[in-house]
């Protein structure tokens, strides 16, 4: 069956970005000239994905606004010249169906997909972590996308990480059935490298089983006294068949600082308007410090 509908948890407090976000959320910190979760909208909507859901908390109006016309602004920008521009802005509201729900709690990532239940349905569902800008063609959600289509299961997207990194991951225990696929038996949450049954960590893309929000229901809260989505797909891959895949693509971290000015950094020297200019000052840069 073909994947339909995608889940944005987005509820987060973004702590580890203030005090940029006091007062807007960290889903909404521009890479270059669009906010973080423009680049996952877009990549939702290149996979496929017919209708979406962002999980939202307080103080997240601005996502809802950001993804809303803006008719005053489109005419302003039309009345001065700046027909492209106007064409641009014009385009974000209709990149896909957006449905919102707010999570009254932050009772962890388990808990805000467990929200997303009456809107998916019993069907299986695509979910995707804000945190991780992926550059691939195809699209990272389109690859998993084509995975649950060949193996008919739930699928994680997952990338080698180095031994020092394990500990900061979810890390996949199962066995390669293909190449870069592999049958999932365990997941081990943040483990030391000794103890790390693989280098293969889980990256913020999934295609999951309806039947995870049962799982979910009876998961009790674990790390942090959240409801942790970890713990369900343990149980969910004794249940039923889950599948890794080391997707293609560039993957840029920007739930913490050094990852989000990596991305930018990036996203900045492939960017058709600035980014010639861009890299000519970086080598600038680069010639300045090595003197």
């Known amino acids: 069956m073909a994947i339909r509908k995608a889940v944005i948890p987005a509820a987060g407090l973004g702590i580890r970005f203030l005090p940029a976000t006091k007062a807007q959320p960290k889903e909404m910190l521009p890479l270059v000239d669009k906010p973080a979760i423009q680049y996952i909208v877009e990549e939702a909507a290149a996979s496929g994905i017919e209708s979406l859901l962002i999980i939202t908390g307080r103080g997240k109006r601005a996502i809802e606004d950001h993804f809303d016309y803006a008719p005053e602004l489109e005419a302003f920008l039309q009345e001065k010249g700046y027909r492209e521009l106007a064409e641009e802005v014009h385009r974000i509201p209709e990149l896909i169906p957006i449905h919102y729900l707010r999570q009254k709690e932050p009772r962890g990532l388990g808990h805000a997909v467990l929200c997303a239940r009456q809107f998916v349905g019993e069907e299986y569902f695509a979910v995707m972590l804000g945190d991780d800008v992926i550059e691939a063609n195809p699209p990272a959600l389109r ?3 084509d995975v649950h289509e060949h193996t008919g299961g739930s699928v994680l997207a997952v990338m080698r990480v180095g031994e020092k990194e394990v500990s900061r991951y ?3 225990a199962g066995e390669e059935v293909e190449e870069g696929l592999w049958r999932v ?6 483990p030391r490298p000794e103890e790390a049954p693989s280098n293969l960590a889980v990256i913020g893309r999934y295609i999951l089983s309806p039947k995870v929000f049962d ?3 009876e ?3 674990g790390a942090g006294g959240e409801i ?3 713990d369900a797909l343990r149980v969910l891959c004794r249940k039923e068949p889950l599948y890794a895949y080391a997707f293609r ?3 840029f971290d920007i739930g913490e600082k050094l990852g989000y000015v ?3 950094v990036e996203l900045a020297l492939h960017h058709p308007e600035i980014g010639t200019q861009f890299r000519n000052y970086l080598q600038r840069l680069r010639e300045t410090l090595t003197q």
């Open 143 to 145: 690859q998993l996308m």
């Open 170 to 172: 979810g890390i996949v």
């Open 185 to 190: 038996r365990d997941l081990v949450e943040k």
């Open 215 to 217: 799982i979910l229901t």
């Open 219 to 221: 998961t009790k809260p």
């Open 228 to 230: 942790q989505l970890t």
């Open 249 to 251: 693509g560039m993957r």
């Open 262 to 264: 990596k991305a930018t």
